[in-house]
């Protein structure tokens, strides 16, 4: 083994580079330090909840602490019994439970199953017992690669750090790839999303349709207008006390948990909407939440009254936009001692749910080939090529199978074409909403994609 600790810097305190920082901290033998720009552990979040699958599950079983693995499980949202999609005058086109997943049986195995959770919960659940080895209000502007085969990072406010390998995981504006890959593009998919969120009470669940008030709802509709809507209810009260019925243990590990001291996270039903740029006013990145939530409520004047109820009882500062981008792919670098994770390298749109969960994978495969280093078993640029190898070939595939789903020059945004589109679309989900066997083969194909059964050894 090395003499001397090996030393890893991370820029960016997101999903990915917080799960790096843990398994290396859990690893042990190697020195971490993450440097986020944003002032304290509750800002700079973007978005409300994320899908974990089986292959972020397994990043996070592999990287924290037993009983922190044990805790996030215990903090995520009631898993949704339904997957449904609906019109725009809440019809239902098809609905699937959770039945016809994992052959009806949920895995003993925890990391083998789909959970949900609050970015700000998971943000907390990451931070726990690395604190110390975490520094805000750091914000990057370049990286010098040394003589001696380190690498230095500065920041704004003239301090730096020098370490043996540097990790960009500053998301998709990253400076580290700018500087790093700069032929590294990204593209507009051509649509905007636009999300709110409003809280969870008999009244505003009420607007919801039986199967979606357990579920996973989109809405599709004409011009190519989508809207996703996810219930998400918490173990923990109004209060912030762990719920009645939840579970000895897990009443235990959460009263216990101080990054519940940080988290304002309280049950809500998440909704996001998204459209082709041209049904949107050119400065809509720029409008207020209330103008964004006055903006939906125009553009659905004929969907159902439930639906705009729901719209227009969500809190405007809780709305935001999102200009939805999306990697393009590049063939593999040379490597060195500065590398990328995540949406720092490849961004993707939402359209598959993946990007979080690719995150995840990139901090799990990276974490262990520095092991190796560490181990004396390989360099830091060996190590580095056997990771980047790898992620590029799953990273852009994630990229590209998502950018299908989502895309600005779909038919279904277009005029004419779009409404025969919908019609075909709408047709084919009411048929095979009768037919059980093609919905079990759509669960199973659903799941080998988010990584169940998958042959992990990354």
Not at 78 to 87: N, R, Y
Not at 225 to 248: A, N, T, Y
Not at 378 to 390: H, K, L, M, N
Not at 404 to 411: D, L
Request: proline share 6%; hydrophobic share 35%.
């Amino acid at each position: 083994m090395p003499e001397t600790p090996l030393r890893v810097i991370i820029i960016g305190a997101g999903t990915g580079g917080l799960c790096l920082a843990q398994g290396l901290r859990k690893a042990g033998g190697i020195t971490v330090d993450v440097y986020e720009r944003d002032r304290t552990r509750t800002d700079g979040l973007f978005g409300y909840r994320v899908g974990i699958s089986p292959d972020g599950n397994r990043a996070l079983k592999d990287c924290l602490p037993p009983e922190l693995f044990q805790t996030y499980v215990a903090s995520t949202a009631a898993t949704p019994f339904w997957s449904v999609m609906l019109t725009e005058q809440l019809q239902e086109l098809f609905s699937q439970s959770m039945d016809d997943f994992y052959g009806g049986t949920p895995p003993k195995d925890l990391a083998s199953r789909e959970f949900s959770v609050s970015r700000m919960t998971l943000r907390q659940v990451l931070l726990t017992g690395i604190e110390d080895s975490v520094h805000f209000e750091k914000t990057f502007t370049r990286f010098t690669q040394n003589d001696d085969g380190t690498v230095t990072a500065f920041f704004t406010d003239s301090s730096s750090a020098t370490g043996d390998i540097l990790v960009g995981a500053d998301g998709s504006g990253s400076r580290v790839r700018r500087q790093y890959l700069p032929q590294a593009k990204l593209v507009d998919s051509g649509l905007i999303g636009v999300t709110g969120k409003v809280p969870l009470t008999p009244e505003t669940k009420a607007l919801l349709p039986e199967k979606s008030r357990s579920a996973v709802s989109m809405v599709f509709a004409p011009r190519g207008f989508f809207c996703i809507l996810h219930v998400m209810e918490f173990p923990w009260g109004q209060d912030g006390v762990p719920k009645q019925g939840i579970g000895s243990s897990d009443t235990e590990l959460l009263a216990k948990w101080p990054g519940l001291l940080y988290d304002n996270t309280r049950d809500y039903i998440m909704w996001g909407f998204s459209t082709a740029k041209r049904y949107l006013p050119d400065n809509v990145l720029q409008l207020s939440g209330k103008e964004l939530q006055d903006l939906v409520l125009r553009l659905t004047a004929d969907w159902h009254p439930n639906l705009r109820e729901l719209f227009a009882r969500t809190d405007p500062g809780a709305v935001f936009p999102i200009n939805i981008r999306t990697s393009e792919p590049l063939p593999l670098w040379q490597p060195s001692n500065v590398t990328l994770i995540g949406d720092a390298i490849h961004t993707m749109t939402p359209g598959r749910g993946v990007g979080a969960n690719t995150a995840l994978r990139d901090a799990r495969l990276l974490c262990r080939q520095l092991i190796k280093v560490r181990d004396g078993q390989q360099s830091v640029v060996d190590a580095v090529r056997q990771y980047e190898a790898r992620m590029v070939e799953y990273g852009f595939d994630a990229v590209l199978e998502s950018r299908k789903q989502m895309s600005g020059n779909s038919p279904m945004h277009k005029p004419i074409i779009g409404r025969l589109a919908l019609a075909g679309m709408r047709t084919g989900m009411r048929t095979i909403n009768h037919v059980p066997a093609i919905k079990k083969r759509m669960a199973a194909s659903t799941e080998a994609y988010r990584g169940l059964g998958r042959d992990d050894q990354d």
